[in-house]
């Protein structure tokens, strides 16, 4: 019998301080899907992100992974299924250089050198990083942090690919490179994120939280369309202005250095003695 990657039934949480974060939520993922939770900041994304890999345990309820459900009697295999990127990637990252970092995961679970490097090759050659394997993780841009701190975790080689707003801090480069990277990977993805225009692009389905409640479940683009709900939980895709140029002009009249001639949503044109930048 086949079993979906992920599974919640009437799964409860309330943390130490009494802060009930996740009411009777319910939804099953397919393997090899790629979904999205979404919803505003308190909507329970993190909490529930945290459930599935299996670094809080349900306080009612139950998670299952591959139909295995998450206990203290199981949860050190559900974190071999699971594996989480955290929202800052130098949280993750700690070891004097990339491959390190990479390494310590399989490192610590024992396995034969030989099969750590193995794996720390594959995970930086996945995510276009080999090439900066000795390098300090201090001196890696925003976009190369992102993707050590996954390959940090595919050096697990998990089923199952957890993800805190993946796409925070990154320049366009970047995200573009993430979002070919998401879209590459054969693991199922679960990603909670703001980024709209990211969940569109990357993902299959959206799961929407507030207040720590499931709202919807269903395909995404047909989920994000509904413009009125997605305002009602502070969501919204980014606006896209077409850029305009300036108009040609006939004849160029002398005038002071340091003169703005013009912007538009683009471009500022500024003279100099020797043109204009």
């Known amino acids: 019998m086949s079993h979906p990657a992920v599974e919640a039934d009437a799964l409860g949480y309330v943390y130490p301080d009494g802060t009930q974060a996740l009411h009777d939520v319910s939804f099953r ?17 993190s909490t529930l992100l945290l459930h599935l890999c299996g670094a809080l345990l349900p306080t009612r309820g139950t998670v299952r992974l591959a139909g295995m459900p998450i206990t203290r ?34 490192s610590n679970a024992g396995l034969p050198p030989e099969v750590v490097e193995r794996r ?39 089923a199952i690919l957890v993800m805190d707003e993946p796409s925070t801090h990154l320049d366009p480069r970047g995200r573009r490179r993430l979002i070919e990277l998401l879209r590459a990977l054969p ?36 989920l994000l369309a509904d413009e009125a709900l997605m305002l009602a939980h502070g969501l919204e895709r980014r606006p896209r202005r077409p850029c305009s140029w300036p108009a040609p002009v006939d004849s160029v009249a002398p005038v002071e250095p340091g003169t703005i001639l013009g912007h538009d949503s683009c471009t500022i044109l500024v003279a100099n003695r020797k043109g204009l930048f």
């Open 120 to 158: 720390v090759a594959a995970a930086l050659e996945r995510v276009d990083l080999a090439h900066l394997r000795e390098r300090p993780p201090y001196r890696l841009s925003a976009g190369e942090k992102r993707g050590t701190a996954i390959a940090t975790v595919l050096a697990m080689e998990p």
């Open 29 to 45: 993922i397919e393997t090899g899907r790629a979904v999205a939770l979404i919803g505003g900041n308190g909507a329970g994304k």
């Open 187 to 222: 693991q199922t993805r679960i990603i909670a994120t703001h980024d709209l225009d990211l969940v569109l692009e990357t993902c299959d389905e959206a799961l929407l939280l507030s207040a720590g409640r499931r709202l919807a479940h269903g395909p995404a683009a047909a």
């Open 73 to 106: 009697a199981t949860v050190a295999r559900a974190r071999q299924m699971a594996g989480l990127v955290f929202q800052d990637p130098d949280d993750q990252l700690f070891m004097p250089t990339v491959a390190e970092d990479v390494a310590i995961g399989p």
